[in-house]
DNA sequence: GATAAATAATTGCCTTGACAACTATTGCTG
DNA sequence: CAGCAATAGTTGTCAAGGCAATTATTTATC
């Protein structure tokens, strides 16, 4: 049931429009068997802040590469549910820190797994060397797309 | 300024998503360039339809794993700007088909240009066989994902 | 040290897409 | 052939995200 190269097109941007929707929609699903009701941005949000403590709003948006203005009604939500406080830095009266609450660091914990077993599922019945092939090629496809036309 | 696989931790997800994105923000800037107020989609279904030939609204959305409902107003806005008509289907009063005005069949053949331009880009400094590899190492993920979990 | 430019976060507005409900028509099954 | 399920397309409703404008604060400049 496996596609081959030889007999079709290369259509590299439905390809990738396709594995981007599957690996949102499989992390999503993964999470809610496991009793989570996140939303993908939400699950990388979270992530984030688990792996590099706490930070700015600006600064997770730029790390997400998301909207700042989404982000802010983001992290609304979260910390409603008491997964973060927005802290104010002392130091900069404009900025926050973000910091997830216990409840939150708990939660990063169990969502973590949920990831990293769509991530084993999706590099199935591939090599280390093939992983790192795949690694290397698309980040020269994502270097060549980022120069300015 | 690429990125070394050996010490950056493989995030196929993100990659996955920031390619995405850039092959978007790429054709939505090369057809505005070339003079055409286009959006994604409905690049992508004018160019389904030109490649293919006439279709019902149905399999246009199942072409393009794109919502039917979505479809439906994405349909009115191209049919708006004269690039296709709704036929109805004389054997089957429920269905329509699609199919472009010469005014859209002109812009097909304009806009495909811009799609090869960015799909070059994207490949550029890639062997024949590193484009193959990827593809195939791609297809593989895909249909990893695609399995019922 | 006053003023202008830059930055941080938020808000409003708008577009896109997902999903379910709805209508019209067709096909199936007894 | 009557009734019922399936299908085609559309619509309403909602959530997510992009973008520009806004407010508050800080930094740079003269």
Redesign the interface.
Known sequence: ???N?AT?P?Q????????????HA??E??LT?QGFELGFTQY?ALKKLGTEGPMTPGELARLL?HNPGALTRLLDKLEQQNYLRRVPDPADRRALRIELTPSGRTLWKRINAC?ER??Q??????TDK??????????????????P?
Chains 1, 2 share one sequence.
Do not use: K, W
């Open positions: 049931m496996s596609v190269p079709t290369f590299l941007c439905s390809l990738i429009g396709r594995i981007r929707n599957e690996l499989n992390i699903q993964e068997r990388v590469h990831g769509v991530a599922r999706a590099l199935d019945h591939s093939e992983r790192t092939q795949l690694q290397t090629l698309l980040n020269r496809v994502l270097e060549n797309l980022r120069q036309a």
